[in-house]
């Protein structure tokens, strides 16, 4: 059984740092997309960063440049990590990650809450 957690999360200052992580669990990951998806409250989820099983990556453009996604596979789990730099309190979210086998099926993780002050 696929499971995602997402450790991390929590507050920090404008133009601080914080890093995100998502350990997964129960799948074959090397096959698998995984990325982070964020909630602002009242707004629409939002794509932030995907990486591919060959690692290539693709980033919303409001995290161009600020943010950087990474996997480790290794069997059936794999950790992947969001490193989010100058933040500002637009980044202020529920962060989920995501896994997608690319056979229909799609998986995500609890989410973590990301606020930012000012």
């Known amino acids: 059984q696929v499971q995602l957690v997402e450790p991390g999360g929590g507050l920090v200052q404008t133009g601080g740092s914080l890093t995100l992580s998502c350990a997964a669990c129960?799948?074959?990951?090397?096959?698998?997309?995984m990325g982070w998806h964020r909630h602002p409250t009242g707004k629409a989820r939002e794509l932030v960063a995907g990486?591919?099983?060959?690692?290539?990556?693709?980033?919303a453009e409001f995290a161009k440049g600020r943010f950087t996604i990474s996997r480790n596979n290794v069997g059936t789990n794999d950790t992947m990590v969001l490193q989010m730099n100058n933040l500002t309190p637009e980044d202020t979210a529920r962060y989920y990650c995501?896994?997608?086998?690319?056979?229909?099926?799609?998986?995500w993780g609890q989410g973590t809450q990301v606020t930012v002050s000012s």
């Open positions: 990486i591919n099983p060959d690692g290539l990556t693709n980033y």
């Open positions: 129960g799948g074959r990951f090397r096959v698998f997309t």
């Open positions: 995501y896994a997608d086998d690319h056979l229909g099926s799609s998986y």
